[in-house]
């Protein structure tokens, strides 16, 4: 269906090409793989071009990869370190994943489509539509987020864009990649965005799927008591900011009645110490696993956040970075659960998954 509305000279029937592009980490990569699984179920071609850091994540779902070029290292780190007090997502979005990782992967993102013969390809990726473009090959953006966040410049993020494509050739268009022909996607519900205004013509919506797919039941603990699923992402245990919540966050978890499943993603489960007898930690569990619970506790990361949505459990919200402060915003002004700073955790997160459990709205 999208490849037919993305290029009209196809025939329904026709087996073809589709790219995925995507960064590395598991926010950016487990959106696309149902969208691959659809396409190949369809009957089409896959092939991801991903960074390395990808390729180990891409393997897993058993789809093929080349590797594109991501950025110098050392450049990478210093844009991290120099992270401003003000616009943060701005910075991050314009600076880092368009005029470092969007100006390294571009080239080779062009090529891989010229040889690959892609009919269509989809990204997560700003900067990858400008290949696409250059390349002649129809183009979807999925959004993993909504794009209305507080300290999120469209102007700035569009002359980063602009700078590319001047780059590659192409004229400065003064609007964002997916309003140049391209076909918006996202399983982001509107609910998120926080200005309807915003949300892009002639989006298409889908419903959230899990990136592993169906998996089969996990027969629930035999104490009858509630059971939270806690998460703060893939990213906080491996940075300085996060690291520390972990302790909080056990301990909290640990004053509640209730069977608990706390994922720690990058952080060593071996330095959380004096673990409540009532919480288990794993690495990582599928989220059709992780999700058979009565509550989320979560960092609000847009994954979890809708993964938690399209089941309709409850919230409790600990953001930290990124969009995650928006979309616990989000979540509290639609009554779909409440927002704590990590901070308080000890103080306040009992309390919180107390109310959402009982309270009927």
């Known amino acids: ?33 149902p969208l691959a ?24 779902f058993d789809f093929r990869a080349l ?35 969007g100006r390294a992967a571009r080239p080779a993102i062009q090529e891989a489509l010229t040889e690959f013969k ?7 990726d700003l900067a990858a539509l400008v290949a696409a473009e250059v390349a002649g090959v129809p183009s ?3 959004g993993i987020t909504a794009l209305d966040l507080d300290d999120l ?18 004229q400065r268009s003064g609007r964002m990649p997916y309003e140049n022909g391209s076909r918006y996607l996202s399983a982001v519900p509107p609910l998120l965005w926080q200005d309807p205004q915003r949300l892009p013509a002639d989006w298409i919506w889908f419903r959230h799927e899990d990136p592993e797919g169906p998996v089969q039941p996990v027969a629930p603990a035999s104490t009858n008591r509630p059971r939270v699923y806690a998460t703060l992402g893939s990213v906080a245990g491996a940075n300085s900011f996060g690291r520390p919540v972990f302790h909080d966050l056990a301990s909290a978890l640990g004053r509640i009645e209730a069977d608990v499943l706390l994922t720690v993603g990058p952080f060593e489960t071996g330095q959380l110490v ?16 992780a999700m058979q ?20 459990l409850p919230v409790v919200a600990i953001p930290m970075f990124a969009d995650q402060m928006h979309n616990a915003d989000r979540l509290a002004t639609a009554g779909l659960g409440l927002r704590i700073e990590p901070g308080q955790l000890i103080s306040d997160l009992p309390a919180a998954v107390e109310t959402v459990l009982t309270d009927p709205s």
């Open 37 to 60: 699984r659809a396409a190949e179920a369809a009957g089409d071609e896959v092939m991801f071009a991903v960074p390395a850091e990808a390729q180990q994540t891409i393997r897993r």
């Open 153 to 170: 410049d469209h102007a700035r993020v569009i002359d980063a864009v602009d700078d590319l494509r001047l780059e590659a050739g192409l």
């Open 293 to 312: 619970c009565d509550v989320v506790v979560t960092h609000a990361g847009a994954g979890t956040t809708v993964a938690a949505l399209s089941r309709g």
């Open 67 to 101: 590797t594109v070029p991501y950025g110098d290292p050392a450049e990478i780190g210093r844009a991290w370190s120099q992270l401003p007090r003000e616009g943060r997502n701005t910075y991050v979005v314009a600076d880092i994943f368009i005029g470092i990782h």
């Open 1 to 33: 269906m999208l490849l037919e509305t993305c290029d009209a000279t196809r025939g329904p029937m026709t087996r073809s090409r589709v790219m995925f592009t995507t960064a590395s980490g598991l926010g950016h990569v487990h959106p696309v793989i």
């Open 118 to 124: 892609a009919d269509l390809m989809i990204s997560t």
């Open 140 to 142: 979807a953006y999925l």
């Open 274 to 289: 004096d673990v409540p007898a009532n919480v288990r930690v794993s690495a990582y569990e599928a989220q059709a696993v």
